[in-house]
């Protein structure tokens, strides 16, 4: 069994930074993109970030210069540094992974934690 767990969402003010992490546990075998998405009250969900294991990025438009995603290969583990945030960036972020999963041997984009709340006040 595969887990993601998210961390350090939060309330903040417009302007203020957050960073979230995102540990993957269990039955892995290797993790190949790492990504984050978020979803607002009413939206659709949309990719913010995602970052493969040679470390190449990809932003959504509306976060670049903002929020940077890294990760540690070592740890299973993706990071979202959010800075400047907005009003608008208020949502719940989740972590998503693309990985092998040693207990069916295949391929799988289909793993993703629960989320985490980012509030960000006016």
């Known amino acids: 069994q595969v887990q993601l767990v998210e961390s350090g969402g939060g309330l903040v003010q417009a302007g203020g930074s957050l960073r979230l992490s995102c540990a993957a546990s269990?039955?892995?075998?290797?993790?190949?993109?790492m990504g984050w998405y978020r979803q607002a009250p009413g939206k659709q969900r949309e990719l913010v970030a995602d970052i493969t294991s040679s470390g190449s990025t990809n932003y959504v438009d509306s976060v670049k210069g903002r929020f940077t995603i890294s990760r540690d290969n070592a740890k299973n583990t993706v990071y979202l540094q959010m800075n400047s945030l907005k009003p608008e960036d208020t949502a719940v972020y989740y972590c998503?992974?693309?990985?092998?999963?040693?207990?069916?041997?295949?391929?799988?984009?289909?793993?993703w934690g629960k989320g985490t709340l980012v509030t960000v006040s006016s």
């Open positions: 998503n992974a693309d990985l092998i999963n040693l207990a069916t041997i295949k391929r799988g984009m289909d793993y």
């Open positions: 269990g039955t892995i075998f290797s993790i190949y993109a």
